[in-house]
């Protein structure tokens, strides 16, 4: 075997170009030699004309996309629904203005009180007619498992049978109690479920507790209590929590910071395996939300298969949204990099975070400070004098007590328990009071209050600048020429033109 000794670099790479060359040329000598000629044949033309026209005559359009089971179900146009935002931003008028165009809409009850979702509730019943399709939030209250009850209940007095939860992390009696109320077998053989839930998810393991049957546990409970019936009992275990799931991706407000390419297909994936386990007679749709602002947007979420859309920050910036002008005007002008992340303040020392605007305003920046100071310190005393004044007098405008007075006079009635307990825990007295700033915030917003507008809290995502570039130059540009209906109708046009438009780029 002969060895190879190379001084220096220059010699080397000359002895592997030399190897390298008679390599190549032993190749390409083997193939020249030993290689079958090639035999060129004619290819099949193909007839184009033909070829268009069964594109054009199966083209897609905006009352095909989706699945149809969940638009007969809901008797809606389209596969398209608007989602809910908090304190009633998705408003009674939303939701009329959604039900009367063939589509739906959510009602925003989250910081809501009772007695107003109950005059939302009566409004919208009566604007809309037979068949007209409507629907309620219900978002899940860690702190106050009573209120989730009361609301439960308000929809089953008042027959509400269509309902969006978000913020579960696991399923709750009164959730199953909504669920089994009313649930029957036809004559038929069929089971029948009056009341419909479609659910926020952004967790598989959340997913998977919805499409399961009720707990058993939480069944017996409501049987043994007399809520449901025995009939409802025994269907229970083949029936699953939710008849649609709405993958929830990087949103406005309250986020997981999940990208729709990745949850969805997943979700749709634990879907099948879930009705292979349980036999369900119907299947569970699954849906997306989030960044959807645009025909791109939606086009993709229907490519990866979602059998509905559901649509959040854009509705926010329309006339029937039930915000102020001010805060319509600051999103009108909001572009894709114009948001940021804050934390949560109904989950505030959680980690929670919410997407918010963060362009001319210093919320973001204010409520992250305010996290990073509850995690430094165990109490407002530890907190030093200085930094306390410039919370007092720059977030609050007034002093820590006077705020945890208005707390205490708060939830004295409601909510005796969490007065007690931050009485006993310095800790949780001051996430309480910082929590606070998140209430001021929202309702700056809402009101339009000019002068602390550097505070408003906005629940937004990138998919509003989005939208703005989209419609920039048309009518729409101006959020006083947007209504949601009309916004429904042409994203939904558009998406389908889009379809149309790539798949007979890809096949020419």
Not at 142 to 153: C, G, S, Y
Request: some cysteine; charged content about 20%.
């Amino acid at each position: 075997m002969t060895s190879f000794v190379f001084p220096n670099k220059t010699n080397m790479l000359q002895a592997t170009e030399r190897v390298s060359f008679a390599t190549g040329f032993k190749l390409t000598h083997n193939i020249q030699t030993e290689m079958k000629p090639f035999v060129v044949v004619e290819a099949k033309k193909i007839n184009v004309q033909s070829a268009t026209h069964q594109r054009t005559s199966s083209g897609m359009t905006a009352a095909s996309l989706g699945n149809e089971a969940f638009k007969k179900a809901y008797n809606l146009k389209y596969a398209y629904v608007c989602g809910a935002m908090s304190c009633g931003i998705t408003s009674k008028e939303l939701v009329v203005k959604m039900g009367k165009a063939g589509l739906m809409g959510y009602f925003g009850t989250s910081d809501v009180q009772l007695p107003d979702i109950e005059q939302a509730i009566c409004v919208i019943q009566k604007a809309l007619k037979q068949g007209q399709a409507y629907g309620m939030n219900l978002l899940c209250d860690f702190t106050n498992p009573q209120l989730e009850e009361d609301t439960i209940d308000l929809f089953l007095k008042y027959g509400v049978k269509n309902i969006e939860a978000a913020g579960y992390l696991q399923i709750t009696p009164a959730l199953v109690k909504y669920r089994l109320k009313g649930l029957r077998r036809e004559t038929n053989g069929k089971i029948t479920a009056t009341n419909q839930i479609m659910v926020r998810v952004s967790r598989p393991e959340v997913a998977q507790a919805f499409l399961s049957p009720a707990p058993e546990e939480i069944v017996n409970t409501l049987l043994e209590k007399q809520q449901i019936s025995r009939e409802a009992a025994i269907l229970a275990k083949k029936m699953p929590m939710a008849d649609d799931l709405c993958v929830e991706a990087d949103s406005g407000g309250p986020t997981s910071q999940g990208i729709m390419p990745v949850l969805l297909p997943t979700m749709i994936k634990l879907r099948d395996e879930m009705m292979a386990r349980f036999s369900y007679a119907n299947t569970v749709r699954v849906g997306a939300m989030g960044g959807i602002g645009t025909p791109e947007a939606a086009a993709a979420a229907f490519i990866l298969n979602a059998d509905f859309i559901m649509t959040g920050s854009i509705n926010q910036c329309t006339v029937e949204a039930g915000t102020s002008d001010t805060v319509k005007d600051l999103l009108q002008d909001v572009n894709v990099q114009d948001t940021g992340y804050a934390p949560a303040g109904d989950a505030f020392g959680l980690g929670a975070k919410m997407q918010v605007v963060q362009k001319g305003l210093l919320f973001a920046a204010r409520a992250n400070r305010l996290y990073e100071l509850y995690h430094h310190y165990n109490s407002l005393d530890d907190i030093d004098d200085k930094t306390k004044r410039q919370i007092e007098e720059d977030y609050f405008k007034r002093p820590f007590e006077e705020v945890y007075a208005q707390i205490k006079a708060e939830y004295a009635q409601n909510n005796p328990q969490e007065i007690e307990k931050a009485e006993h825990y310095p800790k949780y007295k001051m996430a309480l009071i910082f929590r606070r700033y998140f209430t001021h915030t929202m309702r700056l917003a809402l009101q339009g209050n000019i002068e602390q507008k550097v505070d408003y809290q906005i629940h937004c995502g990138p998919a509003m600048g989005a939208f703005n570039q989209w419609v920039k130059g048309t009518a729409l540009e101006n959020w006083r020429n947007r209504h949601v209906d009309e916004i429904a109708e042409k994203l939904m046009q558009e998406t389908a033109a889009l379809l149309n438009q790539r798949f007979q780029e890809l096949t020419m």
